[in-house]
Structure formats: C-alpha cells, structure tokens
C-alpha cells in the first residue's frame, strides 16, 4: 500500500505544509512536521507545498499484468423489475465491434431474480455467452452485492473488456467494481474503437465542460472499463434465428450478497408523458419560459405528439420542472427522431445531451442564438407565439 513519511533531519519546521493540507492532518511537533494518518488521503499537497523535500509519498506497486490472459468483451445487463433495459442493446451492438476487432467472444453478465428468460433476448441481440447470477437476494439492485459479484466473476474469468450504461445504476456500480479489480475507468464514454496498432481500447468522452473530446486508454492493467452515454449508439437489430447460447450460471453465497445497506422500499421515477430517454419526440423548454406555469405549453405540445418533456439545465436549476427532464451533460442524453428546443439558447452543455437526434428544431427570439448553429430546422420569433399555434395546427392535422 502506498503510505507517507516526514524526514525528520531535513524538515525545517516552515509550516507549508500545514496551510496546504486540505484534511488538517498535520501538526508541529518539536518544529517537525507530524502527519495524522487516520486523516491523511495520500492527495499529496503537502508533497508539493515542501520547500525541502522533506515529505516523501511512497506509491504501491503493483506486479505487472500479462495483458494475453485477458479475453472476451463484456456487457454489464443492467435490468429493472426483470426487464433488460435499451442501453443494454446499444452497448451489445458497439461491443460486438469491438469484439470481431480483438477476435474474441462478447459476453453479458446478467446478475437478478427470475432473470434467466432475458438471456435468449441477449443472445438475439448479439451475445455470445451470458454469464447469470440468478438468486432471490439480487432482485433489487443494491451496489455492494452486485459490485462484488462482478469483481468476482472478472477475477475467475478475466475479460478484456468491460462496458456498462452510464446510468444511475452503472454509475454507482462499475467504479466500485473497478476499484475491487485495480484497473482504470472512463466515464460516460461517447465513441469507443480498438487502436489497430496496440490493440488497446480507446475511450472517448467529452471533457472540459463538452469543450474538447478527450481519448483515454488503460494501457498496463485489465480489464479495460468503461460506461457508455444512453442514446449515442444504435441497438442491435435482433436476430430471432439466434436464441440460444452458453450460459455460465453463476453459483451465488451469502458471502456474496452482504451488504451494510438494506432496500426498505422502492419509489419509481413519476414522469408526466413519456421518459425522455425513451421519446421519439421531446419538447425541451429553457430560461426562455421565463417561468414554471410555461411549462404547460410544452406539456399540451407533447401530449398531442406523443412525446415527452425536456429541459435545459438553467430551467431545472430554478426549480422550474424536475430533474428527471433535463438534457444535457449533467443530465441525460437523448437520441430522438424529433428535438424540438423551445427557449433554449444552445450552450454546449445542453447540446451534447441531445445533438444526436435525427432531426432539431429550434424556437428563438434571438436569431444569432448557438442552438441555431445544431439545428435543421429555426423558428425566430416569440415562443409564446409560435407554440401554442404548432399545438392547435398538430391537433388539426392528426386528426385528419
């Protein structure tokens, strides 16, 4: 393990290092630095902040992994009440690429109760092997037991790749997983590919505040993991032809199923249409509402669509309309046909949520607005306007 150590004979007594501790884990003693290991998180400020090198971090080393015993891609198949959810198939369809690139197997580990119908579902969308753990206590999802299970399962099986959703679950899930291992992660990943060159996994994701792409790759440990965005890559086409496959069943303990939390209840998300994630068509409004009550505008536009509610990150923030609709970076992305922005001005952290959708129109007063630059299609003008005149001519013309 790494750990820190204070020269006595060269530490001078400054107290630099005391005023860059940012955990108040060091104090003088006999002006010579003393450092409270219970407090101390190795962040190594103090390091830095020495004008003597008095303060030495001693990092861990690890033994070299011999990258030729990992195989195999793998796809977490995150499912809910027993239903495996739609990022799943993205994640299948852009591992299967990888996959036929490293000339290996794609595999889904698919960890639940009553679960084991959903496998021939995995192998018609392109896995060749599920590895399930099927086991009363794994019905709902709880972080401890589940990251557990899929450390193990890596350890015994040693894939050379790992992806899961960037989603509420995947995000709670995969870094505690790769922490067990001592490998790296990339987060919320929006392109994936194999360099030809070194074989390596390269992970891209928007960094900076969606400002740059940077490519990121895990180069001496394994397996490679990563979260992907919903909604930036295709599913993959089932294949009814394909329904079967090998199964690994996975024996479960109750070593395996600890955990120092319990599910008392679960509360489901309360949408208003349609999730936003889900929708073909989303009605996104901005600070151009100019308040919450405005909002009903798009509620009445969305209902006659069939589509579903969004919102940019500035309309959330004031309370206008929950959390549970905002597209964007922090927020979620969303790949529908139909992207109709409504008051939004176009930042571009509003805009990686959603600049994949097949087609974007944008409402806006101001014709010099950023939104104007991703869109196919711009209405200037007054929302106040142009809105309830595209509810009444929709009604109109969907009924006919």
């Known amino acids: 393990m790494a750990n820190i150590e204070v020269l006595k004979e ?8 005391i005023r860059a501790c940012p955990y108040d884990a060091i104090e003088m003693a006999d002006n010579v630095a003393e450092i409270d290991l219970k407090k101390c998180t190795l962040c190594g ?23 030729n015993e990992y195989k195999e891609v793998w796809i977490f198949a995150e499912q809910r009440e027993g239903h495996v959810q739609g990022v799943v198939y993205e994640l299948l369809n852009a591992g ?88 790296g992660l990339t987060a919320d990943c929006t392109g994936l590919e194999i360099d030809p060159d070194s074989g390596h996994l390269l992970q891209t994701r928007p960094a900076f505040g969606g400002n740059i ?25 089932p294949d009814t032809s394909r329904t079967e496959g090998e199964i690994i069943r996975v024996t479960v303990d109750e070593n395996d199923t600890a955990s120092r939390t319990r599910i008392l209840e679960v509360i489901k998300e309360v ?25 009903e505008m798009l509620r009445e536009l969305a209902k006659v669509l069939d589509g579903a509610v969004g919102a940019s990150r500035a309309a959330v923030d004031a309370g206008w309309i929950g959390y549970s609709h905002q597209v964007g970076q922090t927020g979620k992305t969303v790949k529908p046909k139909i992207y109709i922005s409504v008051g939004i001005s176009g930042a571009i952290q509003h ?18 607005a950023p939104i104007f630059q991703a869109a196919d299609y711009g209405l200037v003008g007054d929302l106040f306007e142009i809105v309830p005149e ?9 009924k006919k």
């Open 45 to 67: 400020a103090c390091v830095e902040s020495c004008p003597v090198d008095a303060i030495v971090l001693h990092h861990a080393h690890r033994a070299a992994v011999d990258l």
């Open 351 to 368: 805009l990686v949520g959603m600049n994949s959708s097949d087609r974007i129109i944008a409402i806006n007063k101001n014709p010099d």
């Open 96 to 183: 299967k690429k990888l996959a036929n690139d490293r000339g290996t197997r794609l595999c889904a580990v698919l960890l639940g109760s009553g679960v084991a119908e959903q496998a021939g579902e995995l192998f018609m969308r392109g896995a060749d092997k599920v590895y399930l753990a099927d086991h009363p206590s794994l019905k709902d999802y709880n972080d401890e037991p589940y990251s557990r299970i899929l450390a193990k399962l890596a350890r015994q099986y040693k894939p050379e790749i790992v992806l899961c959703g960037a989603t509420a679950m995947g995000r709670s899930l995969i870094p505690r997983a790769a922490v067990m291992l001592q490998t």
């Open 10 to 17: 060269t530490c001078i007594g400054c107290a630099k290092c």
């Open 271 to 295: 949408e208003e249409t349609i999730n936003i994630t889900e929708a073909d068509i989303i009605v996104a409004g901005g600070r151009g509402l100019k308040g919450p009550e405005n909002f």
């Open 390 to 398: 595209l509810t009444r001519q929709f009604k109109t013309l969907l």
């Open 213 to 237: 792409m940077a490519t990121i790759r895990c180069e001496n440990y394994r397996p490679q993991m990563a979260t992907v965005r919903h909604k930036v890559m295709d599913e993959a086409i």
